[in-house]
């Protein structure tokens, strides 16, 4: 037998697990199984410092699955972070391990509308989804098997961040091609449509979801962010503010542009254009390179708001002006870090720590409208802690349903004695 593991030295405990036995046979008091529909064995490994997710699947599929949430990881888009890889048992399936993801929620918990989550975050769930697949697509990834049960969700400031669990089905193009794209859409709305009307007949889908109506609407919604991403657009000459302004449109949905295409149509009076999109993680990506800080997308849009709206503060209190760089680090020392002190650490187990500032954010809003006048940041965070986060349920793990997972970069192989 032949277990690979990724960054061994992070994760040496896996080496103990025993990988020579079926899954089902694993008897340890830190394994336990995984609510949901799954087409394997999957099982979760909770450790005091992380968690781990184990598949019992054929070592072709195995194997294809681990090479493809490698090249996912390294391509940036959101995935699992596939930690070890497991084949050549006689007779018996491989396995493949994931890393649990953080905070993440699957789908019964989102649209079973029962209050676990708070607030109601349903109707973002087909908007995850829709981002997720163009994503892959511009990647080239053809999914192949895409699901809710094959996805899970974290939190994104108000919105939801999509990642793929399961890629058995998979494979990767230099370019997909229309009728590849249309094949994983048809999937995507019959699976759709088949999660929800299982959660409706088991009485678990939220009043006022058609689950009919809701999977036929991936494609339109597939389509106009996809023209939105890819389309060519033909201006004046004379127009170039509409360059511009297709330029914010795709930053606002979280997509840079490496380059852009133009071609002069009609002897120079009108010109043609076509963006070269690059991965999601705009703000993401510029937050990070402020602060340091890792986030989703959303999350990072409104904190780059907040670092404006303090810089704005600053100028005001000392009459200069200051770099952005600087703006960012004095917000990070001044509000950021000092909220986040503030915070029991027992409550990190309930959200993960830009979610809760983006919380608190709007918490103090929503106080200072409905007392006419501002409200301050500490007693903001005051009320926020007693009157939400206390109360609300742990996140850090969710094995109600589907757990998680993340994504990994080097791989070191390990092959130990006693599975040779």
């Known amino acids: ?25 694993w008897d340890l008091p830190n394994v336990s199984d995984v609510g949901g529909l799954h087409r394997h064995v999957v099982r979760l490994v909770e450790y005091e410092r992380e968690s781990f997710v184990v598949k019992e699947l054929p070592d072709r599929l195995a194997l294809r699955e681990y090479r493809l949430l490698r090249e996912l990881a390294e391509a940036g888009l959101p995935t ?21 993801l953080d905070y993440s929620l699957p789908y019964r918990s989102l649209l079973s509308g029962r209050g676990l989550i708070i607030p109601y975050l349903g109707e973002r769930v087909l908007d995850a989804m829709v981002g997720l697949l163009v994503r892959i697509h511009l990647a080239g990834f053809f999914w192949g098997d895409c699901s809710l049960s094959n996805t899970l969700f974290r939190r994104d400031a108000g919105a939801l961040s999509a990642y793929i669990i399961d890629l058995e089905t998979g494979e990767r193009e230099n370019e997909l091609s229309p009728g590849q794209r249309a094949l994983d859409l048809e999937i995507a709305t ?25 999977a036929l609407a991936i494609e339109g ?9 890819t389309d060519e657009q033909e201006i004046a000459s004379t127009e170039l503010y509409r360059l511009r302004q297709r330029l914010d449109r795709l930053h606002e949905l979280g997509f840079d542009v490496e380059e ?24 993401t990506a510029r937050l990070a390179d402020l602060t340091g800080l890792d986030t989703q997308e959303n999350q990072a849009r409104k904190l780059l708001n907040a670092i404006r709206e303090f810089g704005a503060w600053l100028q005001d209190e000392t009459g200069k002006s200051y770099p952005e760089n600087v703006v960012a680090v004095r917000w990070m020392d001044r509000r950021f870090e000092p909220t986040i002190e503030k915070i029991p650490p027992h409550l990190f187990a309930k959200l993960e720590p830009a979610e809760i500032y983006v919380q608190v954010l709007e918490h ?3 106080l200072s409208e409905a007392a006419g006048q501002d409200v301050g ?8 802690l007693a009157d939400v986060l206390t109360s609300a349920p742990d996140e850090v793990v969710q094995i109600g349903d589907e757990p998680g997972v993340e994504v990994t970069d080097a791989v070191t192989e390990v092959v130990t004695d006693d599975l040779e």
């Open 260 to 283: 852009m295409d133009i071609f002069s149509v009609d002897h120079d009076s009108r010109l043609r254009f076509v963006p070269r999109v690059v991965e999601h993680g705009y703000h």
């Open 190 to 214: 019959n699976n759709v449509a088949g999660g929800l009307l299982d959660l409706q007949s088991a009485g678990r889908l939220a009043e006022g979801i058609d689950p009919i109506e809701v």
């Open 364 to 366: 103090r809003w929503f």
């Open 1 to 25: 037998m032949r277990l690979q593991i990724a960054n061994p030295s992070q994760h040496a405990e896996l080496a103990a697990l025993p990988f020579a036995e079926r899954l089902d046979d």
């Open 221 to 229: 919604q597939y389509q106009r962010l996809w023209a939105e991403l």
């Open 377 to 384: 940041a500490e007693e903001a965070l005051d009320l926020y």
């Open 80 to 100: 699992a972070e596939v930690v070890a890889v497991l084949t050549g048992k006689p007779d018996v399936d491989g396995m493949v391990v994931t890393r649990h």
